[in-house]
């Protein structure tokens, strides 16, 4: 399985835009970029996913490098509920293991 | 819609004790998985099921046996609970792995081995 390399935690400010950088320089061309999320006390949640191009949905922004070796979730405007810890997951077609890595602690300031 | 539903939430066994952990799913997902986190640690995957019938072994599958008799259902099994097994124990479940989907997770159980 290709891994992924995150800061183990960042911080913020609420209503400021957050870029949570991922490196996954062993990616594959046919691996996807998913994202998940764990807020305390509770299982985590898909946020996104992307293969090349550059994604939007409500929660939050997926921009991949054109080297595909790198990408970052962008939340872009922090409100405290954000504050969660975030994982960077790489899924290939026909994985079938779905393995996690230590992701990055994200703390809201007020 | 249920979603992913674990069984018990919380529980408190003594060492050497048994126990099934229930996940069950009613999205018809082909793929179900079983983690376990510690504190302050990511997720490590114990085993999972690619099928009614199929298990396999994950990360740290030592001390746990697991049954997929039916598609939605996953069984998380300790024969001789251990303190090493005190953990916060996910079930999750996906459709298929062709990158594209996403995993959904249950709201996770509590366990204590004393």
């Known amino acids: 399985d290709a891994k992924t390399t995150q800061p183990n935690s960042m911080e913020s400010n609420e209503e400021e835009p957050v870029h949570l950088p991922c490196n996954h320089s062993t990616i594959s061309g046919t691996d996807y970029i998913h994202w998940y999320r764990q807020l305390p006390s509770q299982g985590p949640e898909y946020v996104i996913h992307?293969?090349?191009s550059n994604v939007n949905n409500r929660m939050a922004s997926l921009a991949i490098a054109e080297d595909r070796k790198s990408s970052t979730l962008i939340l872009h405007r922090a409100t405290l509920r954000d504050a969660a810890v975030y994982y960077c997951?790489?899924?290939?077609?026909?994985?079938?293991?779905?393995?996690f890595g230590q992701g990055t602690r994200l703390t809201i300031n007020p | 819609n249920a979603g992913v539903t674990q069984t018990p939430k919380f529980r408190v066994l003594k060492t050497g004790q048994s126990m099934t952990l229930l996940c069950a799913q009613d999205?018809?997902?082909?793929?179900m998985y079983w983690y376990r986190q510690d504190p302050g640690m990511g997720l490590r995957l114990i085993h999972y099921?690619?099928?009614?019938?199929?298990?396999a072994k994950g990360e740290v599958p030592d001390g746990y046996n697991v049954s997929r008799l039916k598609k939605q259902n996953f069984l998380l099994g300790l024969e001789s609970a251990a303190p090493s097994q005190t953990s916060v124990y996910f079930c999750a479940s996906s459709y298929e792995p062709t990158g594209t989907t996403e995993a959904f997770f249950g709201q996770g159980t509590r366990l204590t081995v004393v």
């Open positions: 992307g293969l090349t």
């Open positions: 997951i790489l899924r290939g077609k026909g994985a079938q293991k779905l393995v």
């Open positions: 099921s690619v099928g009614e019938g199929t298990t």
């Open positions: 999205m018809n997902h082909e793929y």
